[in-house]
């Protein structure tokens, strides 16, 4: 060892001791694992269900097999949904009254929902089993923040377009689809936009999903609403409502079941004893 490392290693040893008796010199207050112990705010019970992907206490139950009342026409928010209710799930309507959205408007929330592409289904690329859960309706058509629903099953397409992306922004982190016929699902965590005052950004979307289990969009943050074509841009809201697509291709239509919501309210106050 030469002298100039002799002299570090000597300067690092009489920091360390130096340290040492100073944490220990008589009289010294020792810190008490209390200091960082709190027991406010208190975190609200929820029982889980007893299957996974069922809900929770909390839930707020969209779509449990039975009927659509907690849906409506996207195209204007008041006119019923009159998707096909048939054997506990729920089937796109093609020609009906198109996209439905929730009655009830949401802000930060986890969203459960199960789809199905139809085992004959036909088409290829876009045209094929397509659909979308828009996670924030800002509008009639297409208008909000879209995570496409499709068959990406052997099916190729643009990979921003594919199933588990954010239409036209994210490339999923992996493909998870299951075969047609057979029942998928999303589990998704959405952190929606907040704006100022005078309608400008404040902080953006985000979302995180699961596909059939997997990790696909991992906090992804999103450049605005999700376009078909031009460049995605933010307009001002505070609530909206989710939407589910009734998509205008020729293919065979998909279905829904199992769709529940629970809303995620942060903590206003810092965590204190």
């Not at 009159?82 to 996209?99: A, Q």
């Not at 085992?119 to 879209?146: C, H, M, W």
């Not at 696909?216 to 933010?234: A, N, S």
């Amino acid at each position: 060892m030469n002298r100039a490392l002799s002299l570090i290693a000597l300067l690092a040893v009489a920091s360390i001791t130096g340290a040492q008796s100073l944490a220990q010199a008589p009289g010294a207050t020792k810190p008490k694992p209390e200091a960082t112990e709190f027991y406010q705010p208190v975190p609200p019970v929820v029982t889980p269900a007893a299957t996974v992907g069922n809900p929770p206490s909390d839930a707020i139950i969209l779509f449990d097999g039975t009927d659509t009342h907690q849906w409506v026409a996207a195209k204007d928010g008041t006119t019923p949904a009159d998707w096909e209710v048939h054997d506990g799930v729920m089937t796109v309507k093609k020609g009906g009254v198109g996209n439905i959205e929730t009655r009830q408007k949401f802000k930060d929330y986890q969203l459960h929902l199960e789809w199905k592409i139809p085992a004959s289904i036909e088409g290829k690329g876009q045209a094929r089993g397509n659909s979308g859960v828009f996670l924030a309706s800002t509008g009639p058509g297409d208008a909000g923040y879209e995570l496409q629903i499709l068959d990406s099953y052997n099916n190729e397409t643009y990979t921003n377009g594919m199933l588990g992306s954010l239409y036209k922004q994210s490339t999923p982190l992996a493909n998870a689809a299951r075969k047609p016929g057979e029942w998928s699902s999303y589990d998704i965590i959405w952190t929606a936009p907040r704006f100022n005052p005078d309608g400008t950004l404040k902080t953006p979307a985000y979302a995180t999903v699961f596909e059939n289990g997997v990790l696909v969009d991992d906090h992804f943050q999103l450049k605005g609403q999700t376009l078909y074509i031009g460049q995605p841009f933010y307009k001002a809201y505070d609530t909206a409502p989710i939407k589910l697509q009734a998509h205008g291709d020729k293919s065979e239509p998909i279905s829904f079941r199992n769709i529940w919501v629970r809303e995620v309210n942060h903590w206003n106050a810092e965590p204190h004893n």
